[in-house]
């Protein structure tokens, strides 16, 4: 089913003088037909979203002169849209024993993207992809137990960066939903402390640091060109292999989803080059544009809108290869192993060639419990990240000692392989 952006927030106004950047609230990307599906926890959660972003973005105005924040009738009133579209809301659960008693792992994972596009063209300028995980344990407890009034708890916490004591759970989970996640959300605008790695108000802060200038003066885009899933990666995250399905990617009748992962692993090396270099590519998205459904508030909502991705000069192929567990070691109580990615990245001057290629790998090692319920998948999914975090790195500071434990390459060429990518994207 085609991706439509549902929004949900006024657009803003007109700026008389020349090229200006038009918050326009947030938004959603989904696969369903209902949104209410993709988002359950998100949508509760709306409201004191809308009302931080506005607040936040009011407060620290002067920090981005070129933003516009009033409202209008229409959407096409403003040269540049920016919009916050939220792409994921998950929880993953793995029950497991811990100290003796069957627990709950739960990892509740948040992502997102700041879109700018032009209105009259419709055309994507900048996509600059966040995203976060939190992992909660929930001792003795099955995890069909963890009740939904709980994940709200959780989701909220996440959005705005808090970690509540478990022992004060109760004070929020007897209030009604709106009660509680606005009483989080005022422990983080009433703290003395302003967290800045917050996940609401990273987004913020993204938005009053775009530079319009230097984004829209500009037809040389870099990107995420594809991600490519071989055959054996394909299989074992399938649950054909040695292993059960990646159960962090599962869709309907619990199949693994192809294209969330793909999704996911363009976000993420997306993030760690933006992070690295300030240079924020065009992550991987299915397809060459985006549907976009305009809020009921406005004249013009009746129209549906496709937003263009630029055609890319110079892209990024990830290709995954497959994973590999091996026993290292074993004692009466305890097992060592060791968890291994395996990719290729190559940097492609699109639709002419391929420029150059590296095959890489990332091994983590870990001693478990003999009777503790480890997720493989957990760990490989850490390590492919963890590819692409240092290869990203490396790119920026060359450190050998990680290219001997990463690849095959050589020194001499992956310095030939780090200038060629340098010179084409103009680092």
């Not at 106004?13 to 369903?32: A, C, H, I, M, P």
């Not at 009011?58 to 002169?65: C, L």
């Not at 009660?179 to 790695?197: A, C, G, H, P, W």
């Not at 890319?312 to 590999?324: E, P, Q, S, T």
Request: with cysteine.
């Amino acid at each position: 089913m085609k991706k439509i952006l549902f929004f949900t927030t006024l657009f803003l106004n007109l700026n008389l003088f020349g090229d200006y950047l038009q918050y326009s609230g947030l938004s959603y990307v989904s696969q369903e037909a209902d949104i209410k599906i993709a988002y359950p926890n998100t949508l509760k959660i709306e409201d004191s979203l809308i009302a931080f972003l506005s607040d936040d973005l009011r407060q620290n105005k002067s920090k981005n002169p070129e933003l516009s924040l009033e409202v209008s009738k229409t959407f096409k009133d403003g040269s540049y849209q920016v919009i916050v579209a939220l792409d994921s809301e998950n929880i993953m659960n793995i029950e497991s024993i811990v100290e003796d008693q069957i627990s709950c792992v739960s990892t509740y994972s948040l992502s997102g993207q700041v879109v700018v596009f032009n209105a009259k063209e419709l055309q994507i300028v900048s996509i600059k992809p966040y995203a976060i995980n939190r992992r909660y344990l929930d001792k003795g407890t099955n995890c069909k137990k963890i009740n939904k009034k709980t994940q709200l708890l959780r989701f909220a916490q996440t959005f705005f960066g808090l970690e509540i004591p478990k022992n004060q759970y109760e004070n929020f989970l007897i209030l009604d939903d709106s009660q509680m996640v606005e009483q989080i959300k005022n422990l983080y605008t009433d703290s003395r402390f302003i967290y800045e790695k917050a996940f609401i108000k990273r987004i913020s802060n993204e938005i009053l640091s775009t530079n319009l200038s230097s984004i829209t003066n500009t037809n040389f885009f870099i990107g995420i060109d594809d991600v490519q899933l071989g055959k054996l990666a394909l299989s074992q995250m399938s649950g054909e292999k040695e292993f059960i399905n990646n159960n962090y990617f599962l869709g309907a009748n619990n199949k693994f989803k192809q294209q969330a992962y793909k999704v996911w692993i363009g976000q993420e090396f997306s993030k760690w080059f933006s992070e690295s270099f300030n240079l924020p590519l065009i992550p991987y998205v299915k397809g060459k544009a985006l549907g976009l459904k305009i809020s009921d508030k406005y004249e013009d909502a009746n129209e549906l809108l496709n937003l263009r991705l630029p055609n890319l000069d110079f892209g990024f192929v990830i290709n995954i290869r497959g994973f590999k567990k091996v026993k290292l070691d074993e004692s009466k109580l305890r097992e060592a192993y060791a968890w291994a990615a395996f990719s290729k990245i190559e940097f492609h001057n699109v639709g002419i060639e391929k420029i150059t290629e590296i095959d890489l790998k990332y091994i983590h090692t870990q001693e478990v419990n003999k009777n503790q319920t480890f997720d493989d998948w957990d760990t490989f999914n850490f390590s492919q990240n963890k590819i692409m975090k240092d290869y990203v790195s490396n790119i920026d500071t060359f450190d050998k000692k990680w290219l001997k434990q990463a690849s095959k390459m050589s020194s001499k060429d992956f310095k030939k392989h780090v200038n060629y990518i340098k010179k084409n994207i103009r680092l």
